[in-house]
């Protein structure tokens, strides 16, 4: 069934969401701070809204996203009132303080609130492997579940707005660690004149092979024992991470992005733990 849905904010992922709507057989409002960026979805069949008011009062279901949350907040300075009885779903990449804090603005208008992470990029958007990290109103997902459905596999996390944040910058701390790791990697293997291309057929299986650690490595985390069945143990890994630092220095790469792995690792074995596997860095991280 269609609805009428408005979105706020059309730069790169805001019109591939728009763009999967309107597939899906919406009836879009669509603004966007610069009209002009709203030209090819009106094309489409989408209704332009002048102002953020036009928008919001288009629609029972409002979709946001934004750059950020300045711009969240300057976007919606002036409708607060208008947004009583809505579903606010806000998509914009955004931290735990300021989900809190929007989440409890808008629901003291009488918003429903529901908070986006997405798991995608835009022209994944649609597609099996798109997924959209949701929490907030439970009331506000049920509702618009449906239509939100567009966008790719959908994850509710809980009533608690923050959760979708937190997992959001959660994944991509992983997905930072992997893009940083494979940087510093290929910079290494270029200062003896490996080519990025030559370098990718062992970095790939390579980096495919390490990820099967992670099960067991989930287990350790929950579990609090690291010391078990040590296959790869801290102390000799250290000498591996030390020897990584030293050698991007001598090789003159920059050693920046190891340097922090090296500093937790010495950290944990200084608190005696060199016999246990490296899944146990993760307490000395925990513990600031
Ligand atoms: P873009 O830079 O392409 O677009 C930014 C949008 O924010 C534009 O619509 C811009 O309007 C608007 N904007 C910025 N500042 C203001 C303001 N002060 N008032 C009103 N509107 C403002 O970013 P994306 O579309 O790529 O990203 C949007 C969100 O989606 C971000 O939070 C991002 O983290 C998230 N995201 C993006 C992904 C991606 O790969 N692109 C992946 C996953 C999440 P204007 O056109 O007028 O400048």
């Not at 976007?75 to 208008?82: F, Q, S």
């Not at 798109?130 to 994850?155: M, N, P, R, T, V």
Request: aromatic residues 6%; negative net charge; hydrophobic residues 45%.
């Amino acid at each position: 069934m269609s609805k009428t849905i408005s979105i706020l904010g059309l730069g790169a992922m805001g019109t591939a969401l728009d763009n999967a709507l309107i597939d899906a057989g919406n009836v879009m409002t669509v603004w966007n701070r610069t009209q002009t960026r709203a030209d090819a979805l009106v094309a489409r069949g989408a209704r332009r809204a002048k102002t953020v008011s036009e928008a919001i009062a288009a629609s029972d279901l409002i979709i946001l996203c934004l750059t950020d949350y300045a711009a969240v907040d300057a976007t919606l300075a002036d409708v607060g009132p208008m947004l009583a009885n809505k579903t606010v779903v806000n998509l914009t990449n955004g931290r735990p303080d300021e989900v809190r804090a929007i989440a409890a603005r808008l629901e003291g208008y009488g918003a429903r609130y529901l908070d986006g992470g997405i798991m995608a990029t835009p022209p994944m958007i649609g597609s099996p492997h798109a997924f959209i990290l949701y929490s907030g109103s439970a009331d506000a997902f049920e509702g618009a579940k449906e239509q939100l459905a567009a966008f790719g596999q959908s994850h509710y996390l809980g009533e608690d707005p923050i959760f979708a944040a937190v997992n959001d910058l959660a994944l991509l701390s992983a997905m930072y660690g992997l893009f940083g790791g494979y940087l510093h990697a290929t910079a290494l293997a270029g200062s003896v004149g490996v080519t990025a291309k030559q370098f990718l057929p062992l970095v790939e299986p390579w980096l495919a092979a390490m990820m099967t650690a992670l099960p067991d490595y989930a287990e350790r985390i929950d579990s609090g024992d690291h010391a078990r069945d040590v296959m790869s143990n801290l102390a000799m890994q250290s000498v591996a991470i030390t020897n990584i630092v030293t050698a991007s220095r001598s090789q003159g790469i920059d050693p920046a992005f190891m340097e922090p792995m090296e500093r937790l690792a010495q950290k944990r074995l200084a608190g005696g733990f060199g016999t246990d596997e490296i899944s146990g860095i993760i307490e000395v991280m925990r513990a600031k």
